[in-house]
């Protein structure tokens, strides 16, 4: 059975800074890709950042280029984001998932970010 279970959200005052984890169980975790999605109340689903299974390769939505940092450890089977600078609009839901290619199969419970201004 694969878990996929998000954590490290909670409320933190704008410009401050949270890591959240993604830890993934019950997959060869080193063959998928992980990423992270954010939802805010009323909007749609956004991806955030995502990270590749082979050369950890990244890649960023451009409103937190320069503020969020992904990084993955394989022998931990857990994705890691770091957030700095946060903003009220960060404020969302966060969910990780995984993928071996264009759908992301597997999806985290999500973990609750409140930024206060």
């Known amino acids: 059975e694969v878990h996929v279970v998000e954590s490290g959200g909670g409320l933190v005052q704008a410009g401050g800074s949270l890591t959240l984890s993604c830890a993934v169980s019950?997959?060869?975790?080193?063959?998928?890709?992980i990423g992270w999605f954010r939802q805010a109340p009323g909007q749609q689903r956004e991806g955030v950042s995502c990270i590749s299974r082979l050369d950890d390769s990244t890649s960023y939505v451009d409103s937190v280029k320069g503020r969020f940092t992904i990084s993955r450890d394989n022998a931990k089977n857990t994705v890691y984001l770091q957030m700095n600078s946060l903003k009220p609009e960060d404020a969302a839901v966060y969910y990780c998932a995984a993928t071996r290619g264009v759908e992301y199969l597997y999806w985290g419970q999500g973990t609750q970010v409140t930024v206060s201004s």
């Open positions: 019950g997959i060869a975790f080193d063959d998928y890709a």
